[in-house]
């Protein structure tokens, strides 16, 4: 199974961009990357998925490398409700019995005012 | 609205007691999903179901059991025999097992306490 390294904190000023990263060195070429995060007591929520390229929603954008060992989540310009662990996860297996995301520990990004 | 909705909130446990947590969905999902989250940890997977009928165990399955006999229901009963019960529990449900790039819906948890 792809494990992912993240740091555990890291802040921000509000307005500005947040740039989280994330190291993916074991990816297997059909796992896919996704990013949740999860505010204190609520569960998590879905922020964007990509397998190669890099991906933009409303939420954020996704550049992954292109070797996939490592990928860096950006949230444009943070706000204070922005603050949460964020999870980046390497989806472990292709459908079936497998197909199930792993949580790490993530990274808590603090927006400070 | 669509989504997962979890029951109670917080639930108390008192020693020897199973207790049970509600998890239904109203997103006609196929597949859901059981984790436990303890304090500064990440989240592991205890059970879960990819179709009604049938369910799978995850990665700390013992002291737990569930259940899923209709497609929006997947209940979570915590044993006697689950030593150390106190979590964060969270239900979560995904569109098709055969999907190879879906993503995870969550409800809103709960918290687990032994009296």
């Known amino acids: 199974d792809a494990k992912t390294t993240q740091p555990p904190s890291m802040d921000c000023a509000e307005g500005r961009a947040a740039n989280l990263p994330c190291n993916h060195s074991t990816i297997s070429g059909n796992e896919y990357v996704y990013w949740y995060r999860q505010i204190h007591s609520q569960g998590p929520q879905y922020i964007i998925h990509g397998l190669k390229n890099n991906e933009t929603n409303e939420m954020a954008s996704l550049i992954i490398t292109e070797d996939r060992k490592s990928s860096t989540l950006i949230l444009p310009h943070a706000t204070l409700r922005d603050t949460a662990v964020y999870y980046c996860?390497?989806?472990?297996?292709?459908?079936?019995?497998?197909?199930?995301?792993?949580f790490g520990t993530g990274t808590l990004l603090a927006v400070q005012p | 609205d669509g989504g997962i909705t979890q029951s109670p909130k917080y639930l108390f446990r008192k020693e020897g007691q199973n207790v049970t947590l509600s998890c239904e969905q109203n997103l006609n999902h196929d597949a859901m999903y059981w984790y436990r989250q303890d304090p500064g940890q990440g989240l592991r997977l205890i059970y879960y179901?990819?179709?009604?009928?049938?369910?799978q165990k995850g990665d700390i399955a013992e002291g737990y059991s569930v259940s899923r006999e209709k497609k929006e229901s997947f209940p979570l009963t915590v044993t006697s025999a689950q030593k150390n019960p106190t979590a964060f529990y969270l239900c979560?449900?995904?569109?098709?097992?055969?999907?190879?790039?879906?993503?995870?819906?969550f409800g809103s948890g709960t918290q687990l306490s032994v009296l």
């Open positions: 979560a449900s995904s569109i098709d097992r055969t999907v190879s790039n879906e993503k995870l819906f």
């Open positions: 996860i390497v989806r472990v297996g292709y459908g079936g019995a497998t197909n199930k995301l792993i």
């Open positions: 179901s990819q179709i009604v009928n049938d369910f």
